[in-house]
């Protein structure tokens, strides 16, 4: 079946660390994304991209890299300047060819915390 | 600016009864999108329902059924005869124009709705 998959589930992160968490999709999708949700509060934008090679910073991207070579994969990068990682995050994507309003497909979420 | 805004954080209803999610936006744009999503407990969103700035017919699928207000910005849904499986967080988002061809869409809090059998 097409859909998007995440892994790991469950990450850790030591101090000073950098880690990537995982976001590949087979629904040929144009468009990824990457969210951060916090206990009790939406999901805020840390990068999308349009197309293969090519990717904008969301509303916190501080703190976080991505990387865009091919069309299924979308990795994020968190890295150690980014203090307070401890998330639920989030993958998704969408069609954006002519068309506006498509809704995104969600993955199932990598939980990152803290060692 | 957009911005989302679900007032209410929990709701907790015994099962069989009605509830309403309720959901006020603001935007500029003249044409967007809102966008109802479900949160289970594995964590994935499952999208529910998109409406366009241009139609505000209701909508009915089933126990679900939302109502879009443009006068009052508010897109808000309705379960009918609620059901201990329809325990979850529940997002409202909106979408204005699109920006290099990726949709941008902003998220309300979230509704965390019980049902208790």
């Known amino acids: 079946d097409g859909g998007i998959t995440q892994s790991p589930k469950y990450l850790f992160r030591k101090e000073g660390q950098n880690v990537t968490l995982s976001c590949e999709q087979n629904l040929n999708h144009d468009a990824m994304y990457w969210y951060r949700q916090d206990p009790g509060q939406g999901l805020r934008l840390i990068y999308y991209s349009q197309i293969v090679n090519d990717f904008q910073k969301g509303d916190i991207a501080e703190g976080y890299s991505v990387s865009r070579e091919k069309k299924e994969s979308f990795p994020l990068t968190v890295t150690s300047a980014q203090k307070n990682p401890t998330a639920f995050y989030l993958c998704?994507?969408?069609?954006?060819?002519?068309?506006?309003?498509?809704?995104?497909?969600f993955g199932d979420g990598t939980r990152l915390s803290i060692l | 600016a957009q911005k989302v805004t679900q007032a209410q954080t929990e709701i907790s209803v015994v099962e069989k009864e009605d509830v309403t999610l309720d959901c006020v936006y603001e935007?500029?744009?003249?044409?967007?999108?809102l966008f109802w999503y479900k949160q289970p407990p594995s964590g994935e969103l499952v999208f529910l329902i998109r409406r366009n700035s241009f139609d505000e017919q209701n909508e009915i699928s089933g126990r679900y059924s939302w109502n879009f207000q443009k006068s009052t910005s508010s897109f808000n849904f309705t379960i009918t005869a609620s059901q201990v499986v329809d325990s979850a967080v529940y997002f409202c988002?909106?979408?204005?124009?699109?920006?290099?061809?990726?949709?941008?869409?902003?998220f309300g809090q979230g509704t965390r709705l019980t049902i208790n059998p």
């Open positions: 935007t500029r744009d003249t044409t967007y999108y």
């Open positions: 988002a909106l979408s204005g124009l699109i920006i290099q061809g990726a949709q941008k869409l902003v």
């Open positions: 998704a994507s969408s069609i954006v060819r002519g068309r506006i309003g498509q809704p995104q497909h």
